[in-house]
Each structure stands twice: as C-alpha cells, then as structure tokens.
C-alpha cells in the first residue's frame, strides 16, 4: 500500500485481526450465510487488513457487501455447481455466491487436481467481487504449489488512446512458495492502481498521482489532482509512453481467461457477474519442491540484497511489505481510519451485534 493511502497515525484506530474477524462474521450471519461460510469470507477481507490491503479490506468492502445483500446482488447460500470438466480442469458455476467463498473453493478445486495431475485450473462465471486476488492464490503455497488466481473487476479501464472503457480493473495475483524468506506474493489490477484506491483517495482526501485516471473526456491526468466526480481508469503504464499498452494488453487477457473462456462475455458484453480463473501449479511435477523453495530463498534474499539507488533506503519484492505488515499487526493491530469504525459502529447497531472494536 503506497504511503498516501495510509491511515494517519493521529487519527487511526487500532482493532485486533481476532476482533475485526469476529465482528464481520456477525456481519455475514446476519445477512444469511451459513456459519462456516460467514467465517470463510471474514477470513479474506480480515486478510487484506492483516496486510496491509486497505484497498480490499473490511474499510471499502464490507459496506459494499452489505448493500449487495440487501439489494439481493449477493445469493447467500450458493450451491455451486461444476459445469463442465475435464481431469484437469473445470468450469463452474457460482450461483450468485460471494466471490469471498467460492473463489477459495474454486481454488482448492485446483490445487486438488494438481496434486494429481500436476496442474489444476479451474474457470468460474456468475460469481460476484472476490476480494484480495493474493488470498485466492497464496491458498496454493502450503500445498508446495504455485497459485495464479484473476478475475473481472469492474469495466472502468480504458483502452491506450481510448475514450470508453473496454475491460475492467482485472486484477493477477501470482503467489509462489519459499523455505525461510517471505513468499512472492504479487498482487495488482491492471489498471494504472486499484480501483478500490481512488475511493480511498477520495475518503482520505489525497490527490491522485499523474497518470492514474483520467477525466470524464478520457484524457489522461497528468498532474496531481484531486479526485473529481467522473473519471476513468488509465491501465498499467498509464499512457504509451510508460507502457500502458502492455497493462492493457494484459487486462484484455484477463477478459479472455475469465469471462470469454468462462462463457459470459468479454468487456461491454459481459453478462452474469463476475467471472474468475484460477490455476495451481505442483512444484512437484516439475522440480523437487526442496530444491526449488530453496532457490527461491537464494533469488528473494538477492533481490532484497540488491543495492539500492541513491535515496532510496532499500529493494523489496512482491509479497515482503506485506510480509512485515502482517507481523506489525499481528501484534498491535489493525489501524482503520474513524470513519471505518463510525460506520461499524452504527451498522453493529443496526443489526444488534455486540460491539468488540473498541474500548469504550
């Protein structure tokens, strides 16, 4: 999470992982999902808080998921079904579940037939928002495997040189197992920055930086800027010139891959939610997983050895800053911005749930 969307030390109020995960399984309950579900998906979003994923935590999601509910957006009891399959692989359809419960079920689909057949990938339609790509496919790392999980964001991304959106944020996620150091886990949309960063923008009250969106005429802003009202979003690159044909190109493929091949449309044709792809790699069938994890060590220990640039205090990669996030917060909690926590406050009311986030 880069430093602009942090919470202010002044103002963030810090909530334990057991507390916060505690409080949204309530939430879940309430809104008519069955226990261990509810438990599941607060598994997902307490995730991205533990790691510093504000963007795909309880702060911007869960209110989000509360009006899905309560419009009837979200089925809370799925009953998921395989649509079409082969030894490896298989379509599956999500019945209008929480992306937060089935997208891991999906994925521990995958990872089962990679035990067997050294590779498992599974393609799912009529689903809805999944939360944290990461969660999806760091789920492949205790099983010695390499997880990929993607899936559809939402249609706000143009095209390089475009003026209507063509695909959507479309996140990758790629987690790969490691023996000692922290496991590359990367994480991001294609779009120039998640989606989910300009609401935080917006509530923080921070500028955006050049390159991201664009105003409502397509042209790329490139200043900081204030959030304005209509935008879109710039893909990864943000113009030609910094590369946004390929975090465009890219996007598209995660149209393909989901939706296309998940037979529900590709960009302003999509129809029936979202739609996700998940794939599980063995080690095993390709390497001694030994071997590899250890290798994996000797190459992110080089990368966070690597001399850094002048002014800059060091190299990370994908999956470290995260790493370290989760062992700060584990131990002193979750910051969240007031705002957050006024909302939990009056929605625990509301659905008469015990109040555990802070000490009043």
Aim: contains cysteine; charged residues 20%; negative net charge.
């Amino acid at each position: 999470m880069l430093d602009r969307f942090h919470v202010p030390h002044d103002l963030a109020v810090h909530v334990t992982p057991e507390d916060m995960h505690a409080t949204v399984t309530d939430i879940f309950l309430k809104m008519g999902m069955p226990a261990d579900d509810a438990a599941n998906g607060a598994d997902v979003l307490v995730y991205a808080d533990i790691r510093g994923i504000e963007s795909h935590g309880v702060s911007n999601m869960l209110r989000r998921y509360v009006e899905s509910f309560g419009e009837g957006g979200i089925n809370p009891t799925p009953k998921p079904k395989i649509v079409r399959e082969m030894p490896a692989a298989a379509m599956l359809d999500c019945d209008g579940g929480h992306g937060l419960v089935v997208g891991p079920m999906a994925m521990e689909m995958a990872i089962e037939r990679a035990k067997t057949y050294g590779i498992g990938t599974v393609t799912a339609n009529n689903g809805r928002h999944f939360g944290a790509a990461a969660y999806h496919a760091a789920m492949a790392i205790q099983h010695g495997m390499i997880g990929i999980s993607m899936t559809t964001g939402g249609m706000q991304v143009l095209p390089v040189d475009g003026a209507k959106p063509m695909f959507g944020l479309n996140p990758i996620a790629i987690a790969v197992p490691t023996n000692s150091e922290a496991p590359f886990i990367f994480d991001a949309s294609m779009s120039s920055v998640a989606g989910n960063k300009i609401a935080l923008a917006k509530r923080l009250g921070v500028d955006v930086a050049p390159g991201w969106i664009t105003g409502e005429d397509g042209v790329p802003m490139m200043e900081e800027s204030p959030v304005p009202d209509e935008y879109f979003m710039l893909p990864t690159g943000g113009t030609r010139e910094g590369g946004a044909h390929k975090g465009a190109s890219l996007g598209i493929w995660v149209e393909i891959m989901c939706a296309l091949l998940g037979s529900s449309g590709a960009g302003p044709n999509r129809r029936g939610g979202a739609a996700h792809h998940f794939i599980a790699y063995n080690v095993e069938a390709f390497a001694d997983l030994q071997e590899f994890k250890n290798e994996m060590d000797v190459y992110m220990n080089e990368i966070k050895s690597t001399p850094p640039v002048p002014g800059k205090e060091r190299v990370v990669y994908a999956g470290l800053p995260e790493h370290e996030e989760e062992i700060e917060r584990r131990e002193n909690g979750i910051p969240y911005h007031p705002e957050v926590i006024d909302w939990f406050r009056a929605i625990t009311g509301e659905l008469d749930i015990p109040w555990r986030l802070t000490k009043d």
